[in-house]
T-cell receptor, first 113, second 113 residues
Framework: GENVEQHPSTLSVQEGDSAVIKCTYS??????FPWYKQELGKRPQLIID?????GEKKDQRIAVTLNKTAKHFSLHITETQPEDSAVYFC????????????FGAGTRLFVKA | SQTIHQWPATLVQPVGSPLSLECTVE??????LYWYRQAAGRGLQLLFY??????ISSEVPQNLSASRPQDRQFILSSKKLLLSDSGFYLC????????????FGSGTQLSVL
């Protein structure tokens, strides 16, 4: 079945540094790749997404890149701040059977002040 | 605007007892509905999804079942809970027919003792 691998599982950076989280997916029919941020005890919320016809997308300090050939996509956070500390999930969505969103295992990001 | 309600927020149940978690969506029609489970410190596992009333797809064999008695109501049930059913349960919805973004409920923390 569909699978999304996410690395690293934990990432610790100094405030102001950059953070990069990488994911790979198995289903070549996936065409939408969202990223969700989950703060402790709260619901996941979408922070950025990218579609398969685009290679890169940026929103202020956050950017995503997609290599559809290699089935890789990444989240880049620049100038990290303590409030960026959270768990980040990548996901892949295909159109088979109701737009199932398959999540990676998550990356716990710690930003040290 | 659309809102999603999920209850209860916290639940402690003994092994072997039944379970019923409810989720309702307001402000939209014909949503796709989903139940996810998140074990402590782990990723989001898709349990069930529904594209319409009475239409339920199960993603993993388990001790749980789901029902959709009304368009915007999604219920997660169990006849007899197991210890392994403990976790954080999240209901989510997306727009039918092209909406891949997920909007999550606030979650239910279930502890089976």
């Amino acid at each position: 079945g569909e699978n999304v691998e996410q690395h690293p599982s934990t990432l610790s950076v100094q405030e102001g540094d950059s953070a990069v989280i990488k994911c790979t997916y198995s289903d070549s029919a996936s065409n939408y790749f969202p990223w969700y941020k989950q703060e402790l005890g709260k619901r996941p919320q979408l922070i950025i997404d990218i579609r398969s016809n685009v290679g890169e997308k940026k929103d202020q300090r956050i950017a995503v890149t997609l290599n559809k050939t290699a089935k890789h996509f990444s989240l880049h956070i620049t100038e990290t701040q303590p409030e960026d500390s959270a768990v980040y999930f990548c996901a892949a969505v295909g159109h088979t059977g109701g737009f199932k969103t398959i999540f990676g295992a998550g990356t716990r990001l710690f930003v040290k002040a | 605007s659309q809102t999603i309600h999920q209850w209860p927020a916290t639940l402690v149940q003994p092994v072997g007892s039944p379970l019923s978690l409810e989720c309702t969506v307001e402000g939209t029609s014909n949503p796709n509905l989903y139940w996810y489970r998140q074990a402590a410190g782990r990723g989001l596992q898709l349990l069930f999804y529904s594209v319409g009333i009475g239409q339920i797809s199960s993603e993993v064999p388990q001790n749980l079942s789901a029902s959709r008695p009304q368009d915007r109501q999604f219920i997660l049930s169990s006849k007899k809970l197991l210890l392994s059913d403990s976790g954080f349960y999240l209901c989510a919805w997306s727009i039918r027919g092209g909406g891949e973004k997920l909007f999550f409920g606030s979650g239910t923390q279930l502890s089976v003792l």
